[in-house]
């Protein structure tokens, strides 16, 4: 166990639905990143947070949006779903944001879009 | 800006005999650089991480990996290759002052009885 939570671990959705990816950090990380792991697209950054504040973004399309919460835990909200959505995507945390800082990463959510 | 890439996209090994896992990468400024390691249907785990100490850098498992800045270079070594060893492996490249990580695109190790 990383310390690093996801939820679900599954999901089988339909195109056009939305569905919430959530993501629990390591206890005391207060930075936290989403990526989407595809056979395709290999494994690529979509967002970080910073304790509650949006710190960087990679390619996240317009169609998925997150936020950081107070408490830390972060949400990944995908919308308009396409079937090319499916894939792994990963929440990681950090203490930081300097480029020592190692990541912990949870053990994903696979999101199958039928 | 920085940029990583892993020269193999797989590599294949019998058990007992060494691992070489290539890695070049292209960077600004000093950078951090990590190995990562994923087995199947799991999250990324740290490997190790080399932050401008010692070149030579240990990590978990047996693995360790050099820096090399005249090569741009830092591969990932183990001597002796394990069944367990069979999973993605990852190089990332980020600047020493910000999280803007860069994976490579993997490294598939499988390893043969």
Aim: hydrophobic share 35%.
């Amino acid at each position: 166990d990383s310390g690093v939570t996801q939820t679900p671990k599954h999901l089988i959705t339909a195109t056009g639905q939305r569905v919430t990816l959530r993501c629990s950090p390591r206890s005391g990380d207060l930075s936290v990143y989403w990526y989407q792991q595809s056979l395709d697209q290999g494994l690529q950054f979509l967002i970080q947070y910073y304790n509650g504040e949006e710190r960087a973004k990679g390619n996240i399309l317009e169609r998925f949006s997150a936020q950081q919460f107070p408490d830390l835990h972060s949400e990944l909200n995908l919308s308009s779903l396409e079937l090319g959505d499916s894939a792994l995507y990963f929440c990681a945390s950090s203490v930081g944001t300097r480029g020592a800082n190692v990541l912990t990463f949870g053990a994903g959510s696979r999101l199958t879009v039928l | 800006a920085q940029s990583v890439t892993q020269l193999d996209s797989h590599v294949s090994v019998s058990e007992g005999t060494p691992v070489l896992l290539r890695c070049n990468y292209s960077s600004s400024y000093s950078p951090s650089l990590f190995w990562y390691v994923q087995h199947p249907n799991k999250g990324l785990q740290l490997l190790l991480k080399y932050t401008s100490a010692a070149t030579l850098v240990k990590g978990i498992n047996g693995f360790e990996a050099e820096f090399k800045k005249s090569e741009t270079s830092f591969h990932l070594t183990k001597p002796s290759a394990h069944m367990s060893d069979a999973a993605e492996y990852f190089c990332v490249v980020t600047p020493y002052n910000n999280n803007d990580m860069r994976f490579g695109a993997g490294t598939r190790l499988t390893v043969k009885p």
